[in-house]
């Protein structure tokens, strides 16, 4: 019986090593909760989930994540131009406060059109409020198109019995 579990372990090992090889982004932050982080930083700071990310992902030497992080930074900081604009023109930047939760959709829109979206409508760690917007499903798209088509197929035998 022991021998049982000692090869399920060696096989659940495998699994979990070949898991480890297709992860895209690495984290760098123990077992603490994403969302403590996030609330640790909500204190003085304008995008904690954009601050969360670079401190837990971003390392000197990878590459792929630096880009990711400039990126979301950039938009970020567009975000903070565009509420400014908005404002009398003596405000200073520092001053301006961004819409809610828009320093999670600049950072899972720029790693969803980077890397492509997943599936699935729940953020992990993120709280519940943040939830994505449910990809539509292929039979919903197939039933508009068979609807389509059989708009189309009545039009044709319409015609063809205006011909007859």
Same mark, same amino acid.
């Given at each position: 019986m022991a021998l049982r579990s000692f090869s399920g372990a060696r096989l659940c090992a495998q699994v979990n090593k070949g898991n480890r090889k297709k992860k895209t982004?690495?984290?760098?932050?123990?077992?603490?909760?994403?969302?403590?982080?996030?609330?640790?930083?909500?204190m003085g700071s304008k995008y904690p989930e954009i601050d969360v990310f670079g401190d837990v992902y971003v390392r000197p030497g990878n590459e792929l994540v630096e880009s990711f992080h400039t990126t979301i930074v950039k938009r970020s900081q567009l975000v903070l131009q565009e509420s400014a604009s908005q404002l009398p023109p003596e405000t200073l930047i520092k001053s301006v406060d961004p819409p809610q939760d828009v320093g999670f959709q600049i950072l899972t829109e720029t790693l969803d059109q980077t890397?492509?979206? =997943? +599936?699935?409508?729940?953020?992990?760690?993120?709280?519940? $409020?943040?939830?994505?917007?449910?990809?539509? =499903? +292929?039979?919903?798209?197939?039933?508009?198109?068979?609807? $389509?088509?059989?708009?189309?197929?009545?039009?044709?035998?319409?015609?063809?019995?205006?011909?007859l």
């Amino acid at each position: 019986m022991a021998l049982r579990s000692f090869s399920g372990a060696r096989l659940c090992a495998q699994v979990n090593k070949g898991n480890r090889k297709k992860k895209t982004l690495l984290h760098h932050s123990g077992s603490r909760p994403f969302s403590y982080r996030i609330d640790a930083r909500r204190m003085g700071s304008k995008y904690p989930e954009i601050d969360v990310f670079g401190d837990v992902y971003v390392r000197p030497g990878n590459e792929l994540v630096e880009s990711f992080h400039t990126t979301i930074v950039k938009r970020s900081q567009l975000v903070l131009q565009e509420s400014a604009s908005q404002l009398p023109p003596e405000t200073l930047i520092k001053s301006v406060d961004p819409p809610q939760d828009v320093g999670f959709q600049i950072l899972t829109e720029t790693l969803d059109q980077t890397l492509g979206r =997943r +599936s699935g409508t729940y953020c992990r760690g993120m709280g519940n $409020a943040r939830r994505r917007e449910p990809r539509p =499903r +292929s039979s919903a798209q197939s039933n508009s198109q068979v609807t $389509a088509l059989t708009a189309q197929v009545a039009a044709l035998q319409g015609q063809m019995s205006v011909i007859l």
